[in-house]
């Protein structure tokens, strides 16, 4: 069976621009979460959708949305792109409490 | 204090030993735990998951929890240089996972 996967897989941003990244979860899990992790440090967590609900919400700022579709993939928005921004994006799926990171997505802000 | 506590490392240790890796979380209606292992350049792989105090084992590698003490481990037997890898500790939180920094595995052949 397919894993987790993430589109792009990598990308490059000016200060500013708005970023999509999407996600699809592996087939039958119903959550989806996203979180950012920069060098040295481990994930952060951002949101969790289940059944296209938000579930939950990390300390991020209004700048980051996300929604999940009927087919239990999601999208990750970022929008007015700080340099603070560059990072790994992780997406994990889960159908009860492990979660499954896809390969991420690497997001450089110049 | 953070939430979940890993030394950061390197741990280093020869090939055929015993790998130790230690973590401490501060939350303490935490009810499942994790570790993951990250190559570098890659994303965190789920190797082990712990919901209940004591050991648990799976191959070469055994969880041990106790939430007394509010403590997780990992003990890697046989310890190859493939095990080389930033191991990541993950407890729950309020819908969601909190990981810590991670550890530095290295093991020298």
């Known amino acids: 069976d397919a894993g987790v996967t993430q589109s792009p897989t990598h990308l490059i941003k000016t200060r500013g621009q708005h970023v999509t990244l999407r996600c699809s979860p592996i087939?039958?899990?119903?959550?989806v979460s996203w979180y950012q992790q920069v060098l040295g440090q481990g994930p952060q967590f951002i949101f969790q959708?289940?059944?296209?609900?938000?579930?939950g919400r990390g300390n991020f700022p209004d700048r980051f949305s996300a929604r999940q579709f009927p087919n239990y993939s999601s999208e990750l928005n970022v929008n007015a792109l700080l340099l603070g921004d560059s990072a790994l994006y992780l997406c994990?799926?889960?159908?009860?409490?492990?979660?499954?990171f896809g390969p991420g997505t690497r997001l450089t802000v110049l | 204090q953070k939430e979940v506590e890993q030394n950061s490392g390197p741990l280093s240790v020869p090939e055929g030993a015993i790998a130790s890796l230690n973590c401490t979380y501060s939350?303490?209606?935490?009810?499942?735990f994790f570790w993951y292992r990250q190559y570098s350049g890659k994303s965190p792989e789920l190797i082990m998951s712990i919901y209940s105090n004591g050991d648990k084992e799976d191959g070469r590698f055994t969880a041990q929890l106790n939430k007394a003490s509010q403590y997780v481990s990992l003990l890697i037997r046989d310890s190859q240089p493939s095990d080389s890898a930033t191991y990541l500790c993950?407890?729950?939180?309020?819908?969601?996972?909190?990981f810590g920094t991670g550890t530095r595995l290295l093991v020298s052949p």
């Open positions: 087939s039958g899990h119903k959550s």
């Open positions: 959708y289940y059944e296209k609900e938000e579930r």
């Open positions: 993950a407890v729950t939180g309020f819908q969601k996972l909190v």
């Open positions: 939350d303490r209606v935490s009810q499942s």
């Open positions: 994990a799926s889960s159908l009860d409490h492990e979660q499954f």
